[in-house]
């Protein structure tokens, strides 16, 4: 609590300002001699009892804070105002309290035993207006985390209008979301990105943070390392300290990939066939590494071993870390069988129910942040394996078809390999095949 720093009398302020009320903010501004200096001393208080009528009539002031600087101060119907300015908010009264600035003016107080000279001004209690109603903002459509359905092109026009897919109503077959519901949802403006209303819970994240919030972002804290995390940790080490990472990248059309994708969803929704990118790339690589065997390795000190089956591994994010369940003889499975499994095991990943015969093993892996639209980026090698793909997002873009420019859809491939077993020709040699196979998709249907 501030201290109670004077005891103020009528007769001692000399200034036309009506008589302080309790709860009236203060600013005093104080001349306090030291032998033969001078020094002014600034403060703000706030009236908190008052005694006594006329001339003796008594205000006690206490301090709230020390300010800086000289100030002259006028009363409130002072002609002479420079600006007005909001100092803090009161502790005792709970409410903003504005203080007068001005070029001149005088008042003399007499304090304690201390001489010195004071300027005074009271300052009202101003109460804002209520603010009206504010107009609810859409709810979302779906729950959190709840998969959207959405066409290619709908997609890509969201994208394009800046627009929330979760404020937007599917007409589609199943709901899905074609370009008249995109169209629609613009027109009306209720899809606008951060227009869906925010939890207000205490672990709630916002997507979009607000750019007047304040305070810390986060309580400082200290949280012990998971097992999991441990083990990653170590990994990854393991990883970028012994296998001598290179990186190569290729850029794959992605239309022919995305247009099949849609035509089999379309087509056998009712038999509860869902396909994902990430269900052709697992299959991609699988025959990728049939072409080209040699990336299916590992390194073993005075051995390099080379795998006659390729066990195809995925990465899937955890709240502690991530893993990798396999979906094993990968080359022998059709599209709808590895997605099929690839679902299962992501879920028993999800539920922390993988068996290690689930995660153990594989001898590739695909890491995909396209889902999250990176565009592109170095995955570590989950070794023993030597190599891991990175899949970026499918960017719209100009491209050049048949000697024509064109809008098209790209996305990027990154190898990452273990320069020990895997040469710069034989990982370009792999993405070749990768890219014939991702462009023309009808062949991972054979």
């Not at 409130?76 to 908010?89: A, D, G, L, Q, T």
């Not at 005074?120 to 979302?140: L, R």
């Not at 066990?311 to 094993?328: E, K, N, Q, W, Y």
Request: proline share 7%.
């Amino acid at each position: 609590m501030h201290p109670i720093i004077s005891q103020i009398t009528a007769s001692q302020v000399k200034t036309d300002i009506a008589p302080f009320k309790v709860g009236d903010g203060v600013r005093v501004h104080t001349k306090v001699r030291e032998g033969d200096k001078e020094r002014i001393q600034v403060y703000s208080g706030i009236v908190i009892a008052r005694k006594g009528g006329g001339i003796h009539e008594t205000f006690t002031v206490r301090r709230i804070s020390y300010g800086e600087g000289v100030e002259r101060v006028f009363p409130v119907n002072s002609p002479n105002i420079e600006k007005v300015e909001v100092e803090r908010e009161s502790e005792v009264m709970r409410s903003r309290l504005y203080y007068l600035r001005t070029r001149t003016g005088k008042a003399a107080v007499a304090v304690k035993e201390r001489e010195f000279r004071a300027k005074v001004v009271a300052a009202p209690v101003v109460v804002a207006p209520s603010p009206a109603p504010a107009t609810p903002p859409p709810s979302p459509l779906r729950a959190e985390g709840e998969r959207i359905k959405i066409s290619p092109l709908a997609k890509k026009l969201v994208g394009a209008k800046s627009l929330d897919p979760a404020l937007i109503k599917g007409t589609g077959p199943g709901g899905r979301i074609v370009r008249a519901d995109v169209l629609a949802a613009e027109a009306n403006g209720s899809a606008k990105i951060g227009s869906a209303p925010q939890s207000s819970g205490a672990g709630s994240k916002s997507q979009i943070g607000g750019l007047a919030a304040k305070g810390p972002i986060q309580e400082e804290r200290t949280a012990p390392v998971s097992n999991m995390r441990g083990v990653i940790a170590k990994r990854l080490i393991e990883s970028k300290t012994t296998a001598p990472h290179f990186y190569l990248e290729i850029e794959v059309d992605a239309e022919p990939l995305a247009a099949i994708r849609t035509q089999l969803n379309t087509g056998l929704e009712k038999s509860g066939v869902k396909l994902s990118v990430n269900d052709f790339i697992l299959k991609a690589s699988a025959e990728a590494l049939r072409r080209v065997p040699d990336v299916n390795a590992s390194w073993e000190g005075t051995q390099i071993r080379y795998f006659g089956s390729a066990h195809v591994s995925f990465a899937v994010a955890l709240p502690d870390g991530l893993i990798t369940p396999i979906v094993r003889d990968a080359h022998e499975k059709s599209v709808f069988q590895i997605s099929t499994e690839a679902k299962a095991l992501g879920k028993l990943a999800k539920d922390k129910k993988l068996k290690p015969d689930q995660y153990t093993g594989g001898t590739f892996c695909v890491s995909n942040l396209g889902m999250m639209g990176i565009p592109r980026f170095l995955p570590i090698i989950n070794t023993p394996n030597a190599a891991i793909l990175g899949v970026g997002a499918a960017i719209t873009k100009p491209v050049v078809k048949n000697g024509q420019l064109a809008v098209g859809s790209t996305m990027t491939l990154t190898l990452s390999c273990d320069h020990r077993v895997v040469d710069g020709a034989v990982g370009a040699q792999f993405l070749g095949a990768l890219k014939l196979l991702l462009e023309s998709p009808a062949l991972l249907l054979v």
